[in-house]
């Protein structure tokens, strides 16, 4: 199935949209270019544009499943919880998929409620989680389920980066106010906005429940309902996707032209570790709750097709391929997640 010119349009219309009301912001405030941005250009123009250059090339997607009204599932998928989440911005489709193996068996679908998916989580309990730029809303989807238990539109404003605490507490990105909307679990407005100096892209929760916030710019750490927080000065090009480990660790990916996976102990600003993805440009993360495998959503420079990919985590140094069969982009979860 080809992408729809009209999912491209609207991204792009979006992001031009979020660059005007950015231009006002001082220079201090200018996030880090995007890989193979050119100067003076935002990362959401760099990141239209490469969409807009890989529907010009043809780039296509396809459907592995019936059209259903709601999206499907096998009974194996309402059954297991080692299941993995693909989700595709253009078709605003979630896919989902058996977590063992490389191109493992598709299980199901879901489109009801999908609405230009940005970011996934599976909390504790196994819910999905899923930020809907397209409706500005947050759903949530019990394990197996095609339809969202649980919608969120209070506060929420272009929306983003997506976690959730281990008491099931939700925090969301949004990247249009510059702000962090925190629900309380089972409530749907939210108890807390954090201000943000610059549009938050990605979150994540340690053992602690302290939230971390990463803008492109920066690493900033808040404890648990606070809304001031701590610069935490990590030596890294452009801090994007974050994930932090039940020892502290902060995984990050380097959105700068390292295009690398950094790995911070507790309390240094130096990586312990850089691993290089090489011939990728990395996007999301998601680490298992065994925390063995983490993984990756990268868009593939040489042939503008996402795939997902896997690290032995913590000690690997080689990362390989997950999934190659193009359903997807940018919105990954693995379940069960490390849902602290």
Known sequence: MICSDANFVRRGALFSLLAAMAAGCSASNTPGLAPGAAAGQ???QHQSAAMERKLANGFVRRSAAPNHAHGWMLPEAKH????????NFGSSTIYVYKKIGVNPKEVGTITDGIDEPERLFVDGSNNLWVTNIGSESITEYARGA?????????????PTGLTVDAEGTVYCANVATDTVTVYPKGETSPSLTIPISTAPEYLATDSSDNLYVSTGLGVWEFAPGSTSGTELDLSIGSPGAIEVDK?????????????????????QSSPSKVIPD???????????????????????????AFTVQQLDYP?????????????????IAVSPDNAL
């Open 42 to 44: 935002s990362n959401a």
């Open 80 to 87: 297991s919880r080692d299941v993995f989440y693909w989700g």
């Open 146 to 158: 095609t339809s969202p238990t649980t919608t969120i539109t209070d506060g929420v404003s272009s």
């Open 247 to 267: 020892s502290g660790d902060i995984i990050l990916v380097d959105d700068s032209s390292a295009l690398s996976i950094d790995v911070f102990p507790p309390g």
């Open 278 to 304: 090489t011939g990728e440009d990395p996007f999301a993360l998601s680490l298992s709750k065994s925390e063995k495998k983490l993984y990756i959503s990268a868009d593939n420079t040489a042939n503008g």
């Open 315 to 331: 000690n690997g140094t080689t990362i390989t391929s997950k999934l190659t069969t193009g359903v997807g982009d940018w919105p």
